[in-house]
Each structure stands twice: as C-alpha cells, then as structure tokens.
C-alpha cells in the first residue's frame, strides 16, 4: 500500500487527512458499536453489525462568531470506496396498512413496500485473517412505487414522490441522549429491524439448522444459532417484529415464539436519563405498524398476567404501555420483557438499572440482569491514534498488548525507570507539538505547546456539565487578574462538542465557552497563562489527533448521569490524567489504577440521592462562595457578552433555580481538585510517573475484555485467539 501510494505521487499521510469519517453516530453510543465490531472480528466471532446507511451522518459543526452553525455531513458525494452493494440481497420492507384476521391466520394487509438495499462494508481482525461484514441498509423506492392505478395519470408526480420513501434513510436524527419522537424516526427504527431480522432468518433457513424440514423450518434451534444484541431500545421493535414473523408468517405458536424470541434477544440500557428514553406514543403505531401494536398489546397483556400478584400500583409502573394524555409504549419495558439478558454498560449504571429505573423487574427476574462494563478497541485508540506511545510500549512489553490489554500491568515494573519516564513525557511532547500544529495549520489558533492540555471534549449536554468547566475558567481567569504577579501553571483548556440542533440550552453553552474564550485569550494581563480554546467540529478523527496530546481529561458529569463514558477510556490509554467525579467508568477507573492516581472530587451517587431528598438550593452555594458568585454575576451582567449583557440569562437562570445537574453543588470541590492539578503539574515527574501508572491500569478498559464477556456470558460462544490459516488467493 505504502509503495503504491508512493508510486501515484501521493503521501499515505495526506490520503489520510482527505478520508472522510463515516459519522453515523452521535457520540459514545455508535463509537462504541464500531469498537465492538473491531473486537468481535479480532476475536475470531463471526458477527455482522446492521444498522442504516445514512445518506447525511451526524452534521459538521462550523463556529461562526462563537455560535454553532450545522452544514449537511455529505460523506457520499466523492464515493466510498469501502463498501459493496449486495443487490442480490435486497429485501422488502412493509407499513401502514391494516390487520386481516382470517380463519388462516392473521395478515397485514394493503401496506406500502420500501426496498432495503444492503451494503458491506469489511470489518477485518487484527492479524488474525479473520473479516466480518457490517451490513448498512438504504432505502429505496420499489419501480412501481406510488404507480397504483388511481396514479397512472400523474406519471411525473408519482417518479419524483419515490423521494418520500427513500429518505427514510436520507439523515441521521443529531440527538444524543434524547428522544424525539418524530415518524420519520420511528420508520427507520422499524426499517433497519425489519431487513435485518429478513437477513437473520434466511440466513438461518439456508444453515444446516434451519433446513430439518423442506416446507416448515424447524426453529428449535434458532437461540442457540443467533444472539441479537439490541443497541439501547432503537432496535427494540425486533421484538415484535420476531414476534410477528413467528406466529403470521411462520405459523408457530404464541408460547413457542415468545420463549425463542427471548432467548434470541438480549438488551443493553445506555441512558438513565428520563428525557432519553423512548416512548412512542400509540397513535403513531396504529397508523405506521397496526399489527406490531395488536402483538405489543398481546405480549403486555400476558407479562400483566404473570405480574397480577404484585401491587396494583407495580403492575402500572411495569406495563409496556403508559395511560396518560397520550397512551405510549415504553421500549425499555419491552426490551426488559422480551431479553433473556439486561445490561448496564458500567458497574455503578448496572446497579442503578437494577435498584431504580427497572427496579420492579429486577425484584421479579434478578438473574436477568447483568453488568457489560465498556471498552474501547486498542488497535484505533493506541496503535492508530499514537504510533509513538505504542512504540516505547512495546519496547518495554513486545507487541502482545495489542490484543491482551491486561498485558499494560507490566509497565508498571518501569514506574521507576527514568528512561522510560522520559520517553513517555517526551512522546506526550511531540503530541501536543504535533497537535499545536495542527491547530495553527487548521485553524490559525496558536497555542503553547508547553502549557497543560486541559481537554474536555464530548457531546455538549447539561448533565456532562460543561458549565462546571467554564466556572473553573472564570475562577481562574479572576485569580490571576487580581494576582497576577502569582505563578501560575500555564494551561489550554480545550472543549469541543456538538450540541443537537434543537437544544437551546447546549447551543448557549458553547456561546458562553467561545465567549469567555474572546475575552480570557485577548486580555493582556492574562498572557500566556490561560488560554480557552473551542475545537470546532468534534468527532472520531479529531478525537484521534486530541486525546494522545492531552495532559488532563475533563470527566466531570453529575454522580449517577453518565452510564459508563468510553472518552475517559481513551484519555486514561494515552496517557493524560483524568480530573472525574465518581460516575459512569471512572469509578473502575480509579479502583484499576488506584484513586490516588485520579483527581476524583465531589458528590458521590449516594451523595445525590440525600440532596434531592432535601431539595438542591443553589442559591445557598453562590450566597456563601465568593468566587462562584462573582463568576456568576459576570455572566449574568454581560462581562462577557458586552454586545448582548442579558445574553446567558437563560444559563444562569436554569443554574441559580432549576439545575437538574447540580453545577454548583460540586463548584468548591472541583476548584480544589484542580488546584491539586496544578501542584502535580509543577512536578513533571511525578506527574509522568502517575501516567504511566494509568497507562498501565488501563487494561481493563479493552472492548476485547467487554466482548469476550459479552460472548461467554449473554451469547453462549466462545471467543478464539487462534490465526485461521490464509485464503490461498491465485495470482495472475
Ligand atoms: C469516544 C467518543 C465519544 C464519547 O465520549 P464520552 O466522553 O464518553 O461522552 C463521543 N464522540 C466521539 C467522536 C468519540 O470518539
């Protein structure tokens, strides 16, 4: 490859600048499914991931005058050369329409077909001739689409409407962590489940397991053949739609699907967030999917029934569908009914889905429930990423890290090793000066490469608490202007993150962050000191250029928010400290690493649970702390938005009287922590020696560990380290 590219004239560097990322996630969540495909195909499991080629991913983040400004993600427009489509496999998907109950069966009738087109896309193992396929679908118009004969007449009309179905997979919905529940949305759920579950099943029906039988496949098998792992509830219509195929289609009874259909299908929860959970309203259903509601209906009337001992006021809690102003149907619940296996996705999250948000069904089925915490894959987030870490590493260790993470722990015989310190220090070095350039190069922004890369870098969202961050910078700003003649450890703090483009709140937020930026990096007292910088347009590439040359990793969610977070994984393998509350993963990592070697502060989940029974007054922290209050008040009075003074009045509102995410509970604890930040910084030894101790502990945080867990404990398979022998490939 190298000498091919040398040959054309063009530098493989270069190359590399000009590919474009296939953003079809949002944030962690999609990240986390490709680290899960690079892992189960290392580990030699023969898996596909499905899921919808979106014509327009997640949008391009452009900045102007400090404002977030969304541009299409037009990812397509030069090709992509990665993927193949399979006509062949081509399927159709049906909605609207109406039930048919007939002495032969039920049947869904008079519904509009969309074709989904596959296309693969390889997914290889790392060195072990191992490739999986990850199969996206594309909607497209059937030839006779909108054609019927009461159209014959408006033969142009009805050409140009085969749009209406193919947008279905035109764009990716840009929320994250929260659920809108438009029928467009709805559609592509229903979309991806419907081809894929087609694809499962012939697939099964042309294996040596599905053919016992020439006219009735015997389906006995099918949960020890095929493990469905639904990605949070988007998927969770497979459910029904088995459900549906099984009894309508197959003519298998109800019992007997049911007990298939759960042992096939397993359901990680993501988010406890009560905003993000999906929950579509009935009417939508009746219209787009009139006989997966008959089945919901039916699946929630027989989990009553086997529920009708517990409390009346349970049994509400636990249906699948919600009374109120407007009847929904609660996925999570569904997802929970139809899995033989529930997941949180770290240990902290895994026990409040237990002991609050599926309380109830924990009570009934306990062993249903497990913990999956996440990982990252080390070969895009070590290899990749940082060439030069990766290299002093296998000095020191060989190159079996790569696919034995754990193997980290012998770095910590070279804590002490005061070459090994210098070539990590000097490793994150030219990170940041490569990094510095790039901002330079990019965007004309000039940093000091010598000053700690203090990174916060994720989707923008008031529970991930941003705000926390800018309150620190304020504070800081406002010491060195009244002492300036003080030291200071030099720092860049460095946020990026897209804000959904109809989250007012988020879009503030970064206003606020490039305005506090405006005036702390043009004020001549402040100099080289502090510098804030927005990196625009945050995603994987970039994340890949950030988080090697990053010194600290900003991780500061509410205790009982974030679910687990994979950046803070990123961070930690590339060898930047991390400043956390005890949330999400970083209380694994702390305990891996030790929590002296993390700066953990504030409120525990326990902590939170007190406070919300007596009521968060944040009014009682800006009344007693000094510096909170005199940051607030400059938000508030315009200090930094002299064009606009009443600018952030919502932020500092929403702050001072209805802050689900407790900024300012935390506000002293945080100020502190980074003062201890800065005294470790002052020390470029020791702080390197903690490092490395991260850098080592970090072995845990592998999606290898995850899957190979994920393979033993919920899908019954076992995962191989053995290297299959090569395709013998003729040559010409
Ligand atoms: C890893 C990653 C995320 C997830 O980050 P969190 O800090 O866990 O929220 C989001 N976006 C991108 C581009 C990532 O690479």
Redesign the pocket.
């Known amino acids: 490859m190298f000498y091919f590219s040398q040959q054309l004239g063009l530098d493989l560097e270069e190359l590399e600048e000009i590919e474009e990322d296939a953003g079809l996630g949002n944030?962690?969540l999609g990240?986390l499914a490709a680290c899960f495909l690079d892992s189960m195909a290392t580990l030699g499991l023969g898996a596909y991931g499905y899921g919808i080629r979106y014509e327009f991913g997640i949008f391009n983040q452009k900045v102007v005058d400090g404002w977030q400004v969304e541009e299409a993600d037009d990812w397509l427009r030069y090709g992509n050369p990665w993927e193949k489509a399979r006509p062949e496999y081509m399927l159709p998907v049906h909605f609207y329409g109406r039930v048919d109950h007939t002495p032969d069966g039920i049947k869904w009738v008079d519904t509009q077909v969309i074709l989904a087109m596959p296309y693969d896309t390889p997914v290889p193992g790392y060195k072990n001739n191992t490739v999986n396929t990850m199969r996206l679908w594309s909607a497209k118009a059937p030839n006779d689409f909108n054609l019927e004969e009461f159209n014959v007449g408006d033969y142009i009309q009805a050409v140009l409407d085969r749009n209406l179905a193919e947008n279905i997979s035109r764009v990716l919905y840009p929320n994250d962590n929260f659920f809108e529940g438009k029928e467009l949305r709805l559609k592509q759920e229903y979309f991806v489940v419907a081809a894929t579950l087609q694809d499962i099943i012939r697939r099964f029906k042309s294996s040596k397991f599905g053919c016992r039988d020439p006219v009735r496949t015997c389906f006995e098998t099918f949960p020890d053949k095929v493990a469905i792992q639904l990605n949070d509830t988007h998927p969770a219509l497979s459910i029904p739609e088995l459900m549906r195929i099984f009894v309508d289609v197959e003519h298998m009874d109800w019992d007997k699907a049911w007990d298939i259909t759960k042992r096939t299908c397993a359901y990680t929860n993501h988010t406890v967030l009560p905003e993000a959970l999906e929950r579509w309203p009935v009417s939508m259903f009746e219209k787009l999917l009139p006989r997966h509601l008959e089945i919901i209906y039916a699946i929630n009337q027989k989990h009553l029934d086997v529920m009708a001992f517990v409390y009346i006021d349970r049994l509400r809690r636990m249906s699948v569908i919600e009374e109120g102003d407007c009847k929904r149907i609660n996925m999570a619940h569904l997802c929970v009914i139809g899995s033989h296996a529930i997941n949180g996705v770290a240990r902290i999250h895994s026990e409040i889905v237990k002991n609050s948000v599926f309380k109830d069904f924990y009570d009934i089925e306990p062993e249903k429930f497990q913990n999956k915490t996440n990982g990252i894959t080390p070969r895009r987030w070590l290899l990749l990423c940082n060439p030069g870490l990766s290299d002093i590493i296998a000095e020191k260790i060989g190159e079996d890290f790569l696919t034995d993470l754990s193997q980290l722990k012998k770095l910590l015989d070279f804590v002490d090793d005061e070459a090994f310190i210098r070539d990590v220090a000097k490793v994150k070095q030219e990170n940041k000066q490569k990094f510095s350039a790039y901002l330079v190069e990019q965007y004309k922004v000039k940093i000091n490469p010598s000053s700690m890369f203090d990174v916060h870098v994720?989707?923008i969202h008031e529970y991930?608490r941003q705000l926390l961050n800018c309150l620190h910078i304020i504070t800081l700003y406002n010491r060195i202007r009244k002492d300036p003649k003080k030291s200071y450890v030099p720092r860049t703090v460095m946020i990026g993150g897209k804000a959904a483009p109809g989250y007012h709140m988020a879009k503030m937020i970064i206003k606020l962050i490039t305005s506090i930026g405006d005036v702390v990096n043009n004020d001549p007292y402040i100099g080289e000191r502090l510098k804030v910088i927005f990196l625009e347009n945050?995603?994987?590439s970039l994340?890949e250029k950030v988080i090697p040359a990053a010194d600290l990793s900003e991780q500061i969610s509410t205790a009982g928010t974030e679910a687990s977070?994979?950046?803070?994984m990123?961070f930690m393998l590339n060898g930047a400290l991390t400043i956390g509350t005890m949330d999400g993963a970083n209380v694994e990592m702390a305990e891996e690493a030790g929590e002296e070697n993390l700066f953990i502060f504030g409120m525990r989940v326990e902590d939170v649970e007190a406070m919300d029974k007596k009521g968060y007054n944040a009014k009682e922290y800006y009344d007693r702390i000094p510096e909170l209050r005199q940051a607030i008040d400059q938000i508030n009075s315009g200090f930094f938005s002299p064009d606009d003074p009443g600018r952030f009045r919502d932020i500092v509102n929403m702050l001072m009287y209805h802050d689900r995410f407790k900024v300012f509970a935390d506000y002293e604890a945080y100020i502190k922590c980074q003062g201890q930040v800065d005294q470790l910084y002052m020390n470029p030894r020791e702080w390197t020696k903690k490092v490395i101790k991260n850098i080592a502990c970090s072995g845990k945080f592998s999606s290898d560990r995850t899957i190979t867990e994920y393979a033993r404990e919920i899908w019954g398979v076992e995962p191989s380290a053995v290297k299959i022998p090569p395709p013998n490939i003729p040559r010409e």
């Not at 977070?565 to 803070?568: A, D, I, K, S």
């Open positions: 944030g962690g990240r994720k989707r991930k945050y995603r994987v994340a977070g994979t950046g803070n990123k």
